[in-house]
Nanobody, 116 residues
Framework: VQLQASGGGSVQTGGSLRLSCAASGSIISTFTLGWYRQAAGKQRELVAVITSGGSTNSADSVKGRFTISRDNAKNTVYLQMNSLKPEDTAVYYC???????????WGQGTLVTVSS
């Protein structure tokens, strides 16, 4: 499975961005999908996850601002980010976890920079 993340960029506080992560090489409708982020000098942290059944969960720090979704027909997972804050600045990584094997696949990361 290859994952290609896109949609990062630079925005001001309060702005919005939509990240996309397109998968190839396998159909990911049965995979759990999600996004992690890693800010400079910090550990990678889970941002949001969506199961194959569509159940979602997200970090407390982004609840009410970020929404994860998936389009199985397009083999893609999205992260809609609203009301962005400078502390959201990080490299965002998408991942896909295959339920059957437990294997985890990672995208290459996309940089989000939020300026005050």
């Amino acid at each position: 499975v290859q994952l290609q993340a896109s949609g990062g960029g630079s925005v001001q506080t309060g702005g919005s961005l939509r990240l996309s992560c397109a998968a190839s090489g396998s159909i990911i409708s049965t995979f759990t999908l999600g996004w992690y982020r890693q800010a400079a000098g910090k550990q990678r942290e889970l941002v949001a996850v969506i199961t194959s059944g569509g159940s979602t969960n997200s970090a407390d720090s982004v609840k009410g601002r970020f929404t994860i979704s998936r389009d199985n027909a397009k083999n893609t997972v999205y992260l809609q980010m609203n009301s962005l804050k400078p502390e959201d600045t990080a490299v965002y990584y998408c991942y896909a976890r295959q339920a059957r094997t437990g294997n985890i696949y990672w995208g290459q990361g996309t940089l989000v920079t939020v300026s005050s």
